[in-house]
Each structure stands twice: as structure tokens, then as C-alpha cells.
């Protein structure tokens, strides 16, 4: 948080005056903001190398040696910018892993286990809003769904005016 910007989220309590020195997350543009300064700060890499979802950094590599580069590089960076990583929330040099409902590997990009039982499982929507609920969900794995447009089709024309009774 910039210096200058410290005095706006000032709170007083009966112990005293107190401001935030990082930004907290629960300001409202506090997320759209820490995501810009991720792809600021990791521009360079994005998608040579690293993808970035708030604070859910994935580094992707060819192989081992190049690996250990892209993980110096990234942590060199964060370190610049006064950023760290709490190492119990990290893993590193795994084959595969679970990021943002997918699970990526040498093999490509597949639906999380636990996102495809969601999928069969989903009760049958009986609202307006299940069905976009729904639609949310599978619409998101598009493109793991055979023929997702023509599965879909009937569940979309509910959504129509006077689609749904």
C-alpha cells in the first residue's frame, strides 16, 4: 500500500486509532487491485512460464533445470517488489496439480475429480437461478463436455422469457 494511502482505511476501536500497512481484502477493489499488481509485477512471465490468479502462482516448465530458473526468477521478482510466499502454502516441483477446478500436468489441462461430481451430481434445477447456476458451473468446463452447445441447448432456452414455468 503506498504511504500516502495508509490514512484511508483508518478504524478507531476503544484501544485507539489503527491503519492498515498492507492492503487489506476485504476493500472493495482490494482484489482488483492485488491482481494488477501480480500481473505488473510477473508481466514478463505470464504465460511463458507462469500463470497468476491472486495469490495462486503456477510456474510451468520443460523440464528440471529450466524449472529451478522459472522458480529463482519468481521469487527473485516477489522478493524485489516485497512480496513473499508462506512456504506451507507452496509446492514445489510437483508433476501435476490442482489450480482454479483443473488439474494440469505434462499430459494438458483436465477437470478436477471433485468439479466432475459436482457436474453429475447437481440436482435437477427446479428455479430460474439453478438452472444458471448450473449453466455457471458446466458452462466453465465447456470445453471438457462433449457437444457442450447441444447438451446445453435445453437448459439455455429455459433461460429465454417465458422459458421457464
Known amino acids: ?27 472493495t477493489n482490494a482484489p482488483a487491485t492485488f491482481q494488477a499488481l501480480m500481473n ?23 523440464s528440471w533445470a529450466e524449472h529451478l530458473q522459472h522458480i529463482h526468477l519468481v521469487l527473485q521478482t516477489l522478493a524485489d517488489h516485497s512480496l ?15 489450480y482454479l477446478g483443473h488439474v494440469i500436468s505434462a499430459a494438458g489441462a483436465a477437470m478436477d475429480e471433485d468439479k466432475i461430481r459436482a457436474v453429475l451430481s447437481w440436482p435437477v434445477p427446479r428455479t430460474l437461478r439453478a438452472v444458471h447456476e448450473f449453466l455457471g458451473l458446466a458452462g466453465y468446463y465447456r470445453r ?7 447438451t446445453a441447448a435445453p437448459l439455455t432456452k429455459l433461460l429465454r422469457k417465458e422459458g421457464f414455468r
Do not use: N, W
Open 1 to 27: 500500500m503506498h504511504s500516502e494511502d495508509i490514512h484511508k482505511t483508518a478504524f478507531r476501536t476503544h484501544q485507539g486509532l489503527f491503519e492498515f500497512l498492507v492492503m487489506p481484502f476485504g476493500l
Open 40 to 62: 505488473h509485477i510477473l508481466q514478463r512471465f505470464l504465460r511463458r512460464f507462469v500463470l497468476v490468479f491472486f495469490d495462486d502462482i503456477l510456474i510451468y516448465s520443460s
Open 84 to 98: 513473499f510466499l508462506k512456504r506451507s502454502k507452496c509446492s514445489f516441483a510437483a508433476s501435476s496439480v490442482a
Open 144 to 150: 471438457f463436455i462433449k457437444d457442450y452447445g447441444a
